[in-house]
């Protein structure tokens, strides 16, 4: 199974400037994505991260606000831009791994809190 | 695109009694359906999956079955303990590796359900 950090655990913004989230999973990946959860919901998809092209974006986001980069097989960066005291969420990244294997795993999730 | 209904979005059960949570889903096209687990402050954990060519699947106390027909799934856990209590959540993706369907390479991406808090009362 892969093992999936993501930097930094939790954060407090100001409104307005942007916070960028690391993901680094420990083996290749096929697949890596961003969720967005509220605090007591589900989760949302935010974007799938491509290694090598643009982030393929799920409606109501938008590379402009949620960029996001996946230079490699195991790493993928997501900002947050010209944060609002909306995008206050729980982020985390997933990965699927090996051709041979479905499952998807999640990191641990970075905390954010935009005053 | 896909929609997954989840319910109940609260369930509370007697330890020792069984606990079942039911989802939907509304794309045929699906063929995959992982159970997520998540405790509190920690990230969804996987605790069992079914693919669209089986209809049940068990691991010790935890089971699911599956009915393409009529598009829902549903996860049993036996045997409540405390430590089952938790935030559930079903999902639904189509995995292209389970067919021959190149169009659908690379579209793993999950469709997760409301989720289910679940309260094992001692």
């Known amino acids: 199974s892969a093992v999936i950090s993501q930097k930094p655990s939790r954060d407090i913004c100001q409104r307005g400037t942007s916070l960028t989230i690391q993901c680094q999973v420990d083996s290749q990946v096929t697949m890596m994505f961003w969720y967005r959860q509220q605090p007591g919901q589900s989760l949302t998809l935010i974007a799938t991260?491509?290694?090598?092209?643009?982030?393929?974006?799920e409606s109501g986001f938008v590379i402009d606000k949620f960029p996001i980069s996946r230079p490699n097989l195991t790493f993928s960066t997501l900002t947050v831009s010209n944060m609002s005291p909306e995008d206050s969420s729980i982020y985390l990244c997933?990965?699927?791994?090996?051709?041979?294997?479905?499952?998807?795993?999640f990191g641990p999730g970075t905390r954010l809190l935009v005053l | 695109g896909e929609n997954v209904e989840q319910h109940p979005s609260t369930l509370s059960v007697q330890e020792g009694d069984s606990a079942v949570i039911k989802c939907t889903y509304s794309d045929s096209a699906s063929n995959y359906f992982p159970w997520y687990k998540q405790e509190l402050g920690k990230r969804p954990q996987l605790i069992i999956d079914i693919r669209s060519n089986v209809g049940e699947k068990k691991d010790q106390r935890i089971a699911v079955t599956l009915n393409k027909t009529a598009k829902h799934f549903s996860l049993h856990i036996t045997e409540t303990q405390p430590e089952d209590s938790a935030v559930y959540f079903c999902a639904a993706s189509r995995i292209s590796r389970l067919t021959i369907d190149i169009s659908n390479f690379g579209n793993e991406k999950l469709t997760f359900g409301t989720g289910t808090r679940l309260t094992i009362i001692p």
């Open positions: 991260a491509n290694q090598g092209s643009e982030a393929t974006y």
């Open positions: 997933s990965a699927v791994g090996t051709a041979r294997e479905e499952t998807q795993y």
